[in-house]
T-cell receptor
Framework: NAGVTQTPKFQVLKTGQSMTLQCAQD?????MYWYRQDPGMGLRLIYY???????DKGEVPNGYNVSRLNKREFSLRLESAAPSQTSVYFC??????????????FGPGTRLTVL | QKEVEQNSGPLSVPEGAIASLNCTYS??????FFWYRQYSGKSPELIMS????GDKEDGRFTAQLNKASQYVSLLIRDSQPSDSATYLC???????????FGTGTRLTVIP
């Protein structure tokens, strides 16, 4: 079991470029999430997918789009990168966000720098 | 007011001592509480979850929840240098679709 995997691990973009961060999980989880982590700000939810076929905005969705490709995969797209999007991005998955004790498991992260 | 508050630290304890990490939350109806450990440059990993008032023990770790005081803590007994990390507190509200994370407390265990 690989758990939650993310690609790439590191990325440097120029302002205005686009890219897609990939995430996959092999735990048969229904729910998946994208977070960003910035110094002093903690983890903030960008988008989430409660189940296959659904996606919803989180706390900081501006400048991002997501696709829940199938039950395993959840991608995050930056259409026109900005320096403010320099951050560490974590994908997470859980059995079902509607369950009170639902536990989220995190991928290794993508370190993104936008110049 | 932030949903989840933690002292950012750093908290330093000698090896073998008890480390006490604290977290307060603002929403009285918060339902589930989680402690994650995050090593520098790595992803958060779950240590413990707790849902009911009282203590929950797992090895060297004890989580304590006091819903009346809106307070959850994590005790690490016999602290080891390998426990040096940032500890994140997370809270889930009923019907919420995500966890609310604190900014974390950085713990250093001194050999």
């Amino acid at each position: 079991n690989a758990g939650v995997t993310q690609t790439p691990k590191f990325q440097v973009l120029k302002t205005g470029q686009s890219m897609t961060l990939q995430c996959a999980q092999d735990m048969n989880h229904n729910s998946m999430y994208w977070y960003r982590q910035d110094p002093g700000m903690g983890l903030r939810l960008i988008y989430y997918s409660a189940s296959e076929g659904t996606t919803d905005k989180g706390e900081v969705p501006n400048g991002y789009n997501v696709s829940r490709l199938n039950k395993r995969e959840f991608s995050l797209r930056l259409e026109s990168a900005a320096p403010s999007q320099t951050s560490v991005y974590f994908c997470a998955s859980s059995s079902s966000l509607h369950t009170p004790g639902d536990t989220q498991y995190f991928g290794p992260g993508t370190r993104l720098t936008v110049l | 007011q932030k949903e989840v508050e933690q002292n950012s630290g750093p908290l330093s304890v000698p090896e073998g001592a008890i480390a006490s990490l604290n977290c307060t939350y603002s929403d009285r109806v918060s339902q589930s509480f989680f402690w994650y450990r995050q090593y520098s440059g790595k992803s958060p990993e779950l240590i413990m979850s707790i849902y009911s008032n009282g203590d929950k023990e797992d090895g060297r770790f004890t989580a304590q929840l006091n819903k009346a005081s809106q307070y959850v803590s994590l005790l690490i007994r016999d602290s080891q240098p390998s426990d040096s990390a940032t500890y994140l507190c997370a809270v889930k509200l009923p019907g919420a679709n995500n966890l609310f994370f604190g900014t974390g407390t950085r713990l250093t265990v001194i050999p």
